[in-house]
């Protein structure tokens, strides 16, 4: 049996003038990931729009039908990189130049000892970027949770968040339901 | 872990954060206690000055400076784990490579401690640092100690943001099953993830970038450490092996510390079923690889002080053969090039008391090799006349046992308030939940009862 909650009242209750064209969300709740893979499928013929997939592991199965473009992180890491081996010999070199310490008629700047100032700055660099992308981009820093999230969704339930509008409601969930959901939740307006 | 569920895995490792027993209370007092005397002895020490110390010239780097070098060499082996073998998709490391990171950054923490005791100012270690100041000051970027600076903490920086990266999945588990005040510093330190897909895919490449870029700190950090002694032209630090022979020490006795832990973690916690005797075995095997890499090393060492025809440096080599510190040495060779050779039989590598004595055993090897290096080659140097040698007074020992009760303070709490195997992770390696197997699973339990009951009935007739 399907459990539908309803977290919001309809808008015709306390706005009249309300545009049934006003878009809503659905949550489906699934056991199995085979269910999720289909209701996906069936959602993008359907061309409904897919907000937020949840799992509770990261699985090559849903990134694939999400379709997702390869991650920006990469960008950002090197980014990272290139400024911090800039950052660390310019430093060095910087350091060198205005505090001389003339051993040996060795050079002022020697680049060999550098490339080890080079290579660390450059790693620990990229590391902060690429860890800061990760958090940028993810949307994560967040003060509460979505009103969507579902405890479950860190245990062994996947979930499905799926924006429509008030008169596709019924497909939607029909989709939904279908597929195996065990349990289909209206959010409320986006 | 074939039985295992996505449910049951939450249960199973959240299970370990529960109340502990009252032994466990009793031995974080005894390690607090070991951790109060060795800052005691530092305080002492800072108070009355080095030379309540062991010092004696001309060895003035003493055993704050072998604890240094040992405990950066227990750092590695745990981003060997966590990130080489990620890159290598080495499944065997996913049950350990949790409880090998943290070893890793307390390793390094506890390393970074011992240039500050080592110092007689240690006020003004900051000195150290490249920042504009009054004095119009720099650090020589051409020193192997800024070297050595600049590498462990990026290490450390490295090495945690790399564990918390893998953490902050595991800490919204937590942070869904909890309550009160530990639901809102879970739910702080898991920067409100939600596991979307959005937060998964970029998880993942952050984690692969991570891992990518970890890996080459394996090799360059502890290349760096040794090269404080390569860099100087006494007999014994003036070789060039000393980079890759400093590399396979760490990482073998980085391994033999991940037995010493994992082993009776896994013990007390239960998780035989997570982490297998499998997995143990492979970490054997790489020790024994380790092991013969040592083992050659001291050989090589031997033969090119000899071959290179320096009177200096084949001198102080027969010196660590038969001269004053001649029982480390042999102790050393014993512990790390020939107790790993047990680890051929199979019988050894999978028995719980000889993995657990084997790794006891080159973690001491280990320490007496620093020793053996350092203080050995200091202590007979060019001109004999000024040849002594050093013996460890309590200060350093204390100092040295207190180093040892913090680390083991730092892995309990650890693995009392944080999940000490990745549940994330875990998951990951399970086969998902799928409603065509279930149907398989429930159509072959309904065959197996009408199978039996067939049989009974045919008996019965």
């Known amino acids: 049996m399907i459990k539908v909650w309803k977290h919001t009242q309809p808008p015709f209750q306390y706005n009249i003038k309300a545009n049934m064209k006003d878009?809503?969300?659905?949550?489906?709740?699934?056991?199995?990931?085979?269910?999720?893979?289909?209701?996906?499928?069936?959602l993008k013929e359907a061309n409904q729009p897919i907000e937020t997939v949840y799992s509770p592991v990261r699985r090559d199965e849903i990134q694939e039908a999400m379709g997702l473009k390869p991650s920006a992180v990469r960008f950002f890491t090197l980014v990272g990189g290139v400024l911090?081996?800039?950052?660390?010999?310019?430093?060095?070199?910087?350091?060198?130049?205005?505090?001389?310490?003339?051993?040996?008629?060795?050079?002022i700047l020697a680049w060999i000892p550098f490339v080890v100032v080079f290579f660390e700055s450059l790693i620990l660099i990229s590391v902060l970027f690429s860890v800061a992308s990760m958090v940028?981009?993810?949307?994560?820093?967040?003060?509460?949770?979505?009103?969507?999230?579902?405890?479950?969704?860190?245990?062994?339930?996947?979930?499905?968040?799926?924006?429509?509008?008030?008169?596709?409601?019924?497909?939607?969930?029909?989709?939904?339901?279908?597929?195996?959901?065990?349990?289909?939740?209206?959010?409320?307006?986006? | 872990?074939?039985?295992?569920?996505?449910?049951?895995?939450?249960?199973?490792?959240?299970?370990?954060?529960?109340?502990?027993?009252?032994?466990?209370?009793?031995?974080?007092?005894?390690?607090?206690?070991?951790?109060?005397?060795?800052?005691?002895?530092?305080?002492?020490?800072?108070?009355?000055?080095?030379?309540?110390?062991?010092?004696?010239?001309?060895?003035?780097?003493?055993?704050?400076?072998?604890?240094?070098?040992?405990?950066?060499?227990?750092?590695?082996?745990?981003?060997?784990?966590?990130?080489?073998?990620?890159?290598?998709?080495?499944?065997?490391?996913?049950?350990?490579?949790?409880?090998?990171?943290?070893?890793?950054?307390?390793?390094?923490?506890?390393?970074?401690?011992f240039p500050l005791i080592h110092l007689g100012r240690p006020w003004i270690f900051y000195w150290l640092i490249p920042y504009p100041n009054q004095r119009t000051l720099w650090p020589n970027f051409q020193s192997p100690l800024v070297f050595d600076f600049l590498a462990v903490s990026t290490y450390f920086t490295v090495s945690l943001?790399?564990?918390?990266?893998?953490?902050?999945?595991?800490?919204?588990?937590?942070?869904?099953r909890a309550n009160g005040i530990r639901q809102r510093i879970y739910g702080f330190l898991s920067l409100g993830w939600i596991g979307s897909h959005n937060q998964w895919h970029h998880y993942g490449t952050t984690y692969l970038l991570l891992a990518g870029l970890a890996t080459p700190l394996v090799v360059s950090v502890h290349s760096v450490v040794s090269w404080d002694f390569a860099f100087c032209v006494i007999p014994g630090?003036?070789?060039?092996?000393?980079?890759?022979?400093?590399?396979?020490?760490?990482?073998?006795?980085?391994?033999a510390m991940v037995l010493t832990l994992l082993i009776p973690l896994r013990t007390i916690l239960r998780f035989e079923e997570i982490i297998t005797i499998k997995d143990l075995e492979s970490i054997a095997k790489t020790l024994l690889l380790t092991g013969l890499f040592v083992g050659y090393s001291y050989i090589v060492e031997q033969f090119m002080s000899w071959y290179g025809g320096n009177r200096f440096e084949h001198d102080i080599f027969i010196f660590r053969v038969i001269g004053h510190y001649s029982f480390m040495f042999w102790l050393m060779v014993l512990c790390n090039a020939i107790a790993p050779l047990f680890f051929f039989l199979k019988k050894v590598r999978t028995n719980l008391k000889s993995l657990f004595g084997i790794a006891i055993i080159?973690?001491?090897?280990?320490?007496?090799?620093?020793?053996?290096?350092?203080?050995?080659?200091?202590?007979?140097?060019?001109?004999?006349?000024?040849?002594?040698?050093?013996?460890?007074?309590?200060?350093?020992?204390?100092?040295t046992v207190g180093s040892f009760?913090?680390?083991?303070?730092?892995?309990?709490?650890?693995?009392?308030?944080?999940?000490?195997?990745?549940?994330a992770e875990i998951k990951e390696n399970l086969n998902p939940p799928m409603r065509r197997q279930q149907v398989k699973n429930q159509s072959y339990i309904a065959s197996e009862h009408s199978k039996k009951a067939v049989g009974y009935v045919g008996r019965t007739l």
Request: aromatic content about 14%; some cysteine; proline content about 3%.
């Open chain 2, 405 to 423: 009760c913090l680390f083991f303070l730092l892995f309990l709490l650890f693995v009392k308030l944080l999940p000490s195997v990745s549940i």
């Open chain 2, 237 to 255: 630090y003036h070789s060039t092996i000393f980079a890759p022979y400093f590399v396979a020490g760490a990482i073998h006795s980085g391994l």
């Open chain 2, 362 to 399: 080159i973690n001491i090897g280990m320490w007496t090799e620093r020793f053996v290096i350092i203080i050995g080659s200091m202590a007979q140097d060019f001109i004999p006349y000024q040849w002594d040698f050093y013996s460890p007074k309590w200060v350093e020992i204390t100092i």
């Open chain 1, 136 to 190: 940028l981009k993810g949307r994560m820093l967040r003060k509460r949770l979505p009103i969507a999230y579902d405890t479950r969704f860190t245990q062994d339930r996947f979930g499905i968040l799926v924006s429509c509008t008030w008169d596709e409601i019924g497909k939607v969930s029909k989709i939904l339901e279908e597929s195996g959901a065990e349990e289909v939740h209206e959010i409320g307006q986006s």
């Open chain 1, 23 to 42: 878009k809503q969300q659905l949550l489906g709740i699934f056991a199995y990931l085979d269910d999720l893979l289909n209701v996906l499928k069936a």
């Open chain 1, 84 to 107: 911090g081996g800039i950052a660390g010999v310019s430093l060095a070199s910087y350091a060198h130049l205005r505090w001389n310490l003339i051993t040996s008629g060795k050079p």
């Open chain 2, 1 to 113: 872990m074939e039985n295992f569920s996505y449910l049951s895995v939450n249960q199973k490792i959240l299970g370990t954060l529960s109340r502990p027993r009252k032994i466990y209370y009793f031995v974080i007092a005894l390690l607090i206690l070991g951790v109060l005397c060795g800052a005691a002895c530092w305080a002492y020490q800072i108070t009355m000055g080095l030379g309540v110390a062991g010092y004696v010239h001309p060895v003035f780097w003493i055993i704050y400076l072998v604890n240094f070098v040992f405990w950066i060499g227990i750092a590695h082996s745990g981003t060997l784990i966590s990130a080489i073998l990620y890159l290598f998709r080495a499944k065997w490391r996913t049950a350990i490579a949790r409880s090998a990171e943290a070893m890793t950054i307390f390793a390094v923490m506890i390393a970074a401690l």
């Open chain 2, 161 to 176: 943001l790399f564990w918390y990266v893998g953490l902050i999945p595991d800490l919204a588990v937590i942070r869904d």
